[in-house]
């Protein structure tokens, strides 16, 4: 049951991602996330939907042209905590961006998102 939760929390904010016009942006991303949300991304942390509102914003402008956000693996949520890994592509050029997405929820909603775009390079200890 947590799981589904978080699942169509975590699947209504992608969906901002992919909105047929910028004006439904906000209103799927307040579906998603509480109004004080914390935000981590690769710029670093900001509060509330507006700025993660312009973070999707950004996102949808991307300098290869229009893309999809899809989320590419399963929910896994130990506790008040999901993680899940996501893929941004464009038509003409492919994938363009990938990552990983570390959530909280507070009453159904994403209060807190931790991004981590692109991939971990591998060490041998």
């Given amino acids: 049951m947590q799981e589904e939760t978080a699942r169509s ?3 209504t904010f992608i969906s901002a991602f992919n909105a047929s016009d910028d004006s439904y942006v906000n209103a799927l991303l307040s579906q998603a996330l509480t109004s004080d949300i914390a935000f ?4 670093g ?8 509102e ?7 402008r991307h300098p290869a042209g229009t893309g999809t956000m899809v ?3 399963a929910v896994d949520m130990p ?14 050029r492919g994938l363009r961006l990938a ?3 570390v959530v909280h929820l507070r ?17 041998a200890p």
């Fill in 54 to 60: 312009r973070f999707v914003l950004d996102i949808r």
């Fill in 107 to 123: 009453r159904s909603l994403i209060d807190q998102v931790i991004v981590f775009a692109g991939e971990i390079e591998s060490f």
């Fill in 40 to 43: 981590w991304g690769p710029l």
């Fill in 71 to 73: 989320r590419c693996s």
């Fill in 99 to 101: 990552g990983t997405d």
């Fill in 45 to 52: 942390r900001s509060e509330g939907i507006e700025a993660v």
């Fill in 79 to 92: 506790d008040g905590w999901a993680r899940y890994q996501w893929v941004f592509t464009t038509q003409d």
């Fill in 9 to 11: 929390a975590i699947d």
